[in-house]
């Protein structure tokens, strides 16, 4: 089991005597697989490093992203039996590419210099496994250099790639693996984009007129309301080239003065954009389900980094949820009558887990983790009045495919034109 960076490195916790203002939540179950000796995480395992070894982890003119990963991930904590694993794999790889050669080599002395080139996918993984053995296999040291380290570290720009980077990070601590780990760094490296100054450089960060008077902090549902009738995104298909301005005041808005109860509710906001707005046809928005899934991975990782980024990792969070929400025709979303009214007919968690395990859409990765985050909120936070749970039995029901309600436009990055 491998360190974990928030121990090692007590700088990141205290500068200049003060606190950095941090998440308080508990770790969620940390699975070993690459010590534990059982056939189910062993089965992970050896699947996980069989696609690390042969498959790209971006294909398809580089726009495509490998979710082997997270699917076989998803499958293992619910309880996927180790033949469920191979199964998954199977389907899995059918699509996927080879490794092809990058245009060249990555060092120690240049690697910043290739970030952003996603033709140099398998120089980044070369390039940060050998890191990784000159530090004879500690990833605790790996990632507080290159995830954590420097004026503008990587971690404050993993949100670009339709938040990808961001969910292989969550998968490699969740599951302890190094290899997974290596894929988010080199996911990271070739993803990273201009959108990293918004994090990085404080000149962007400013007061905003769009928040709340009296000084209380301002609510995400309500920032979304103001961002649908805003005028100024009207027929805007790269806001962050064409409406800049605009778009920072309500990034900005959202002070995070309360960091944990400001991510109960931005994960709450993230399950309503993916359940409020499914089409008549059952075909759920394909973006939104990133911003769900995305949180999912922000959940897993805030007990487990250093305190210093927590903030920054929901403002990122909030950062490519704002983009996609004006990019996806700004639907109206927190009307959660069709999921509070939903009979769930006595059904419960155990159905859930059925459906994403077994039923007809069990090799689709987007959906058994838009199950599972459903499941994760519901016991990080208490599902007093069964939303979370309504939502998961609606979603399993009645979902059919994947569709886009907007526009599939690149904004700088941020998400892929297709997927």
């Known amino acids: 089991m491998f360190s974990l960076p928030k121990i090692s490195v007590p700088s990141f916790l205290r500068v200049g005597g003060g606190s950095y203002p941090k998440v308080e939540l508990a770790s969620v179950e940390i699975h070993d697989i690459e010590t534990a000796a059982e056939k189910r995480p062993r089965t992970l395992k050896h699947l996980i490093k069989a696609n690390h070894a042969n498959y790209a982890i971006i294909y398809h003119d580089l726009h495509y992203h490998n979710h082997i990963p997270h699917h076989l991930g998803s499958a293992y904590i619910l309880g996927g039996t180790a033949e469920h694993l191979n199964k998954i794999y199977e389907k899995e790889t059918e699509e996927q590419e080879p490794w092809k050669d990058s245009p060249g080599e990555i060092s120690r002395d240049d690697w910043r210099d290739f970030l952003g080139k996603r033709e140099y996918q398998r120089a980044f993984i070369d390039f940060f496994e050998d890191q990784l053995v000159l530090t004879r296999y500690n990833l605790h040291e790996l990632l507080d250099e290159y995830l954590f380290g420097g004026k503008e570290p990587l971690i404050n720009c993993l949100v670009t790639g339709l938040n990808h980077p961001l969910i292989h990070l969550g998968y490699a601590y969740e599951l302890q693996s190094k290899t997974v780990a290596v894929e988010a760094l080199a996911l990271g490296a070739c993803f990273y984009s201009p959108i990293h100054k918004y994090i990085d450089d404080p000149k962007y960060t400013k007061p905003s007129l769009h928040r709340r008077a009296d000084g209380q902090r301002t609510h995400l549902l309500d920032l ?40 109960e509710e931005a994960q709450s906001v993230a399950a309503a954009l993916l359940m409020d707005t499914p089409p008549e046809d059952g075909k759920y928005d394909f973006l939104f389900v990133h911003v769900l899934t995305s949180s999912h991975a922000i959940r897993i990782l805030l007990p487990l980094v250093p305190a210093k980024f927590h903030v920054n990792l929901l403002r990122q969070w909030w950062l490519i949820t704002l983009a996609v929400y004006i990019g996806q025709t700004r ?89």
């Open 224 to 263: 979304l309301d103001k961002v649908r009738e805003e005028k100024r995104f009207d027929g805007v298909h790269h806001v962050l080239e064409e409406r800049e301005e605009a778009f920072l005041e309500y990034w900005n808005a959202w002070d995070i003065v309360s960091p944990t109860e400001q991510f």
């Open 331 to 419: 639907p109206k979303v927190g009307q959660h009558n069709s999921v509070q009214g939903y009979d769930v007919k006595g059904r419960d968690w155990k159905y859930v887990v059925h459906k994403a395990l077994d039923g007809p859409h069990a090799t689709d990765p987007h959906y058994v983790k838009s199950l599972r985050s459903l499941k994760a909120c519901a016991e990080t936070w208490g599902d007093e009045n069964k939303y979370y749970l309504k939502a998961a039995i609606k979603f399993a029901d009645e979902f059919v495919d994947w569709g886009v309600i907007g526009t599939e436009e690149d904004a700088m990055g941020l998400y892929p034109v297709k997927q």
